[in-house]
């Protein structure tokens, strides 16, 4: 089956690389012309970096310069921000997206810009690309999916002889590859209404986070429109290996149990489409499940104090997930808190008290993390055991008490309760 990545990987993914380009732009508001031309490169020095440099001329000088340090001057204001394309010698044209530029020297009317990106874009067509609408993701990586694969004659483009590994959730079949060196891997999916860009190529990996323990992010991006043109992009993405035995779902004994870690890809995917935002549109960022799984993964690798607070407040936030504030009404019979409150608030000796008393009463109207937890407990998802270590430990490391620098019999025991609650609760 022809694959628009398959024109793409070895013309992109392998670095160091140059993109020399004859010109190069400075854009600044939308619709106004180039306030900066000239000839430079794209310098992919790494997976994890991505630059521009140019020698370019002003169109004016004046209006250039002003832009420059306005965008220099308002940081986090996306339209006062600079873009960058580029033309290289084969004729694509890249867009670089939003660019801190940075001005170097100026000789005589040329000046020196340069400054990281975070990817590049370009829209193809013709022969190569895939009539198909969908989406294609590559890994720069073998992602470690459960082995073995079964085999048999499969994808003769991919070269190999092996079935994909491939899942359908909600109507949506996903299907991964490994390349034929078995240094990167492929993802592929059709879209439709409830799986469409921009946001299906984040959606594909979310899973993945929380499955691996890892930070899983698409180096390169292909979105077949369905019509003969996709939108081609390269990013960077991060350089970090956890600890997976902390931050994976899956415990050392499911991480080779093939049908087990599809059916959680499934479950985990099927959250990610169907969640939706304030205002009922699809979550571009990623769910909170997954944000919470990639903080942990960072964590791994940090101390054990940043650890312990780490998933504490992994569980303290995947409980909210559960069990929304909104929806924790307290057993307390509410006339009586409305009661209580009346007397206090006729007590008027110490008005700095009185408060304190007001505001601790105003929080027995909804039941805490602790008494929702209580509830797993009862029905057997979750053990005593842990929900009182996650009440000890959290009270500690959130106040300031450093626990041990180095392994102890009590912390390992801490640590493991604790990385267990976080994965029971996130299969609950």
Known sequence: MKRTLHSWDYRLLDTPKDIECPVMEVIGHDHEAPLLRGPGHISIKSPM??????????????????????????????????RVFAIDYDGTRWN???????????TESRWRLSGEIQGIMTTVSGHGVSQNAGVEVMYDSKLNFPHPMPRKRGDP???????????????????????????????????CSGFNHPFAENWISEPLNILLGQLIYPRL??????????????????????????????????????????????????????????????????????????????????????????????????????????????????????????????????MHLRQRMLDSLARTKTNGVVQSLRGLCKSGILDNSHLQTWQTVRNQVMHGRLVSPWSTQELELQLKNLIQLVHRLSEA
């Not at 995917?269 to 799984?293: C, K, M, W």
């Open 221 to 350: 991006v292909a979105r077949n429109m369905g019509n003969g043109t996709a939108q081609v992009s390269l990013r960077v993405v991060p350089e970090h290996v956890a600890n997976h035995k902390i931050s994976s779902i899956l415990s050392e004994p499911a991480w080779a149990d093939q049908k087990r870690f599809w059916e959680l890809y499934g479950a985990i995917f099927s959250v990610v489409i169907q969640a939706r935002d304030e205002s009922g549109n699809p979550n571009f960022e990623l769910n909170p499940l997954t944000h919470y799984y990639q903080e942990l993964a960072q964590a791994t690798t940090g101390s054990n104090w940043v650890l312990c607070m780490t998933l504490a407040s992994v569980i303290e936030g995947v409980a909210n997930l559960m069990f929304p504030i909104k929806d924790r009404a307290s057993d307390i019979d509410v006339k009586k808190i409305e009661s209580l409150k009346a007397h206090i608030e006729e007590w008027k000796e110490d």
């Open 96 to 106: 670089c997206g939003w660019a801190n530029v940075q001005m170097g020297d100026i």
């Open 157 to 191: 483009e991919l070269g190999k002889d092996e079935t994909p590994h491939a899942v359908t959730v909600d109507g949506v079949k996903l299907e991964f590859f490994n390349s034929p060196d078995k240094s990167r891997t492929l993802g592929v999916a059709n879209v």
């Open 49 to 82: 970096s991505m630059q521009f440099v140019m020698h370019a001329e002003a169109c004016d000088e004046g209006r250039a310069f002003q832009a420059l340090m306005q965008a220099k001057a308002n940081p986090y204001e996306n339209l006062e921000q600079l």
